[in-house]
């Protein structure tokens, strides 16, 4: 039988008791609260006397096994002369241990325990047998019926000593129970404790998410201011510059390029010719071959003094280099370092190309038609050729918009998706929005909101 006493924080553990003395003992310091938990439920466990049914149709051996117990107080000991008898007893009592004669008029032991194993699987059950009958006992334990077998006739110290070590078994197994539905419950509240963890967790990266979708929106916003001011100041550069940006968008897309590698072309497409914010207007009506030596020499500088401009500009140094490479030649003959091929970075090939396009278009007044048979013509000389076939590509399919064919209509019957051939202006002659922009919504409202102070009824050029 187990023992347990506390003392000042010691738990002693008895494994052993003998009329009521303490042979063999252990003990720990309960310096843990799960050891005082584990404490408190042993304790609990020994507090409720172990219950015994002894079944036996002899009587005088029911007689002497109660005998044996008499002085036990830890132990209640119940009796029936036959297995019908002891299904009753079991019926009304919270048995622990059965103990049963083998060999009995009616049921046999056998019967009786196969019968208590089905209906209180809980129960721990023993055999009760002569020497004779020791091999059918083993059998039986081996099968798993049985727990133990005890031999007839019995020495009571024996006996004593075997019944409590099943009813230690028993207390050990249900401590075991009731802490395994312990850690369960344990076990389930850590999971929810994960989930919950994990759900505020997704919540903050989602914020930080919307912070960074907002300070990016707020990026592309001053961007659009940028370029908005330069349009203001030079009206011919602003308007290039969108129509460059609508022309490598859709390139980007063809070319399905990642979406950091697409920002950074496309934040270099806005700002691809800045140095020449505050050059002559005839640097972007004329040809290069066309322009004296001194604005000459400003053109072939402005991709240099773009680069220090951006590069000055944390959030935008990573583009540097593109505006810089912007009028590099595939076959080396660019400038302003006579790069080539692969040498010349992906985002100033594609520059090349789209704002090549818009110069032939818009510069030198050629047809769609014609500025695509030059770029053809011109592939693998001034473009790299993958990139000229996909753009090639592009233009062939495009209609509307910036490519579709030219009208006139009023500024009150402006539809998103016209591409503006001339300036929208105010009454008083400021211009309010430039030429080479596509018609958004957004710019409906605009108008909309401002019309007390515009023409609505003055036409402008359009594409559509
Ligand atoms: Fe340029």
Redesign the pocket.
């Known amino acids: 039988m187990l023992f347990f006493i506390r003392l000042r924080g010691w738990a002693v553990v008895i494994t052993k008791y003998e009329k009521k003395q303490a042979i063999l003992f252990d003990f720990h310091l309960l310096s843990h609260e799960d050891d005082y938990n584990f404490a408190y439920q042993l304790e609990a466990a020994l507090m409720e006397k172990g219950k015994i049914l002894f079944v036996d149709d002899e009587e005088e051996a029911l007689l002497l096994l109660k005998r044996v117990f008499f002085d036990d107080d830890n132990i209640e000991i119940f009796t029936a002369p036959g297995g019908e008898e002891g299904l009753r007893v079991l019926e009304s009592a919270d048995i622990d241990l059965v103990v049963t004669n083998l060999r009995m008029s009616k049921m046999s032991g056998n019967e009786f325990l196969k019968i208590v194993k089905d209906r209180y699987p809980e129960v721990l059950r023993m055999l009760l047998t002569g020497y004779s009958d020791i091999s059918s006992a083993i059998k039986a334990i081996n099968k798993g019926e049985v727990y133990r077998y005890l031999s007839k006739p019995w020495v009571d110290e024996d006996l004593k000593a075997t019944i409590y070590n099943a009813l230690e078994y028993i207390n050990m197994k249900s401590i075991i129970k009731s802490q395994n539905k312990e850690l369960k419950v344990l076990n389930t509240k850590l999971e929810d404790k994960v989930k919950e963890r994990t759900a505020q967790l997704e919540k903050a990266l989602n914020r930080v998410k919307d912070l960074a979708g907002t300070l990016k929106n707020n990026f592309n916003e001053i961007v659009s201011l940028l370029t908005d001011v330069v349009s203001l100041l030079q009206k011919n550069l602003g308007a290039h510059s969108r129509r460059v940006v609508e022309l490598t968008e859709l390139l980007c897309d063809e070319m399905a390029l990642k979406n950091d590698e697409r920002e950074k072309i496309i934040y270099s497409a806005f700002f691809?010719?800045i140095g020449?914010v505050g050059a002559n207007e005839e640097l972007f009506t004329r040809d290069i071959d066309q322009l004296d030596s001194d604005s000459r020499e400003i053109y072939l500088q402005?991709?240099v003094i773009g680069e220090k401009i951006l590069g000055s500009v944390k959030t935008l140094g990573r583009i540097a280099g593109i505006i810089r490479s912007?009028?590099e030649e595939y076959n080396g003959t660019g400038f302003p370092d006579g790069l080539r091929g692969k040498q010349i970075s992906p985002g100033a090939r594609i520059i090349k190309l789209t704002?090549d396009f818009d110069n032939l278009v818009y510069k030198k007044g050629k047809s769609k038609e014609e500025a695509i048979e030059i770029i053809n013509n011109e592939s693998a000389k001034l473009y790299d050729p993958a990139f000229a076939g996909a753009f090639v590509r592009i233009l062939e399919k495009s209609t509307g918009g910036l490519h579709g064919s030219y009208s006139r209509v009023a500024v009150n019957n402006l539809k998103p998706g016209m591409h503006l051939e001339d300036d929208i202006s105010l009454k008083n002659g400021l211009m309010f929005v430039p030429s080479g922009v596509t018609v958004t919504k957004k710019m409906i409202q605009k108008i909309n909101k401002f019309s007390s102070m515009l023409q609505l009824d003055y036409e402008v050029g359009i594409r559509f």
């Open positions: 691809h010719d020449l402005h991709p912007h009028h704002s």
